[in-house]
């Protein structure tokens, strides 16, 4: 059975759509087989993977104007499969506003493939809106791409609030996946010092690879790959086979309910500023 998981940060820029498609071409490449939704009308995940026309897309699947079939597309990858966006996904958000039940229809219609795919990937635009609940409705687990700056922590608590308010109301088997660290510039004692506190602070929910910031990660989108297949010996072709191999290894995500430490669950509390001192 296979587990879905949501890249969630309401900041923009800081490697959710990066993050996915890498993510799932590394464990496509490890024999996995993967699904990635374009879930951001901004369609970046789309173009980043090499889909040239993207309708019917994410948003004729929601609206029920084209079925799974026609929706889910190859891409260069075997093993890794796609559902575009286009900008008509904005429309969705407000057409989504004054439907009974608004927040259940990705995993609706995500439910015939849940299990005919490894992982599947929810890529989220960058806000805490109808969409990104969706998103958070269909998984299985978050996971939190952060960058190495100060103000990183800065709306974490707006989102750990969310996502507690989801486990609670709507989706009470949602776990937090994890958090990692993406473009990391080692040399800055402010990026160490972040790592360092956040680390601290979210312990185990954190991954221990740490992507660095590499400009052929930027690069890669731009022709339409996923850096494996672009430049696979750069250092953000290793972090992101490093942190696909720590995915794996953590293995499928356990609700809370049924986990020992299901209480104790990781973010709880979080202060919106840490103290940096
Ligand atoms: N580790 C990295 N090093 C350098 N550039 C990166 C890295 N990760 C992402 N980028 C670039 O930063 C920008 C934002 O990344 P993106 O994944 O689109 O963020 P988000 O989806 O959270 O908005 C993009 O132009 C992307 O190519
Ligand atoms: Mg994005």
């Given at each position: 059975m296979g587990a879905v998981y949501v890249f969630v940060n309401?900041?923009?820029?800081?490697g959710k759509t990066t993050s996915a498609i890498n993510l799932g071409a590394y464990l496509a490449g490890a024999g996995k087989s993967v699904l990635l939704v374009?879930?951001?009308?901004?369609?970046n995940l789309s173009s980043g993977i090499g889909?040239?026309?993207?309708?019917?897309g994410v948003y004729e699947l929601l609206s029920g104007t084209a079925p799974l079939e026609q929706v889910m597309r190859k891409t260069g990858i075997p093993g890794l499969h796609v559902i575009p966006a286009s900008i008509d996904l904005s429309g969705a958000a407000v057409e989504l506003i004054?439907?009974?039940?608004?927040?259940?229809f990705l995993k609706k219609a995500l439910g015939p493939v849940r299990n005919r795919y490894d992982y599947i990937f929810i890529d989220c635009p960058p806000s805490l809106g109808i969409l990104t609940l969706n998103g958070l409705i269909a998984a299985d687990a978050v996971l939190i791409p952060m960058q190495?700056?100060?103000?990183?922590?800065?709306g974490l608590s707006l989102l750990f609030k969310t996502i507690r308010r989801i486990q609670k109301h709507?989706?009470?088997?949602?776990?937090?996946g994890g958090i990692f660290f993406t473009?990391?510039?080692?040399?800055t004692r402010l990026a160490q010092e972040v790592v360092k506190q956040v680390s601290a602070y979210f312990r185990d929910s954190v991954f221990s690879t740490i992507v660095p910031r590499n400009v052929r990660l930027s690069e890669a989108p731009s022709h339409g790959l996923a850096i494996s297949q672009y430049d696979p010996l750069c250092s953000g072709a290793k972090a992101y086979q490093s942190l696909a191999a720590e995915l794996i290894k953590r293995g499928k995500p356990v609700p809370a309910a049924a986990h020992p430490a299901g209480a104790a669950a990781p973010g709880a509390g979080v202060k919106e500023r840490p103290d940096h001192g």
């Open positions: 309401q900041k923009g820029g800081v374009d879930f951001d009308s901004q369609a889909v040239r026309s993207a309708r019917p004054d439907q009974k039940e608004r927040e259940y190495c700056e100060y103000f990183a922590m800065e709507l989706n009470p088997a949602l776990v937090i473009m990391y510039d080692q040399r």
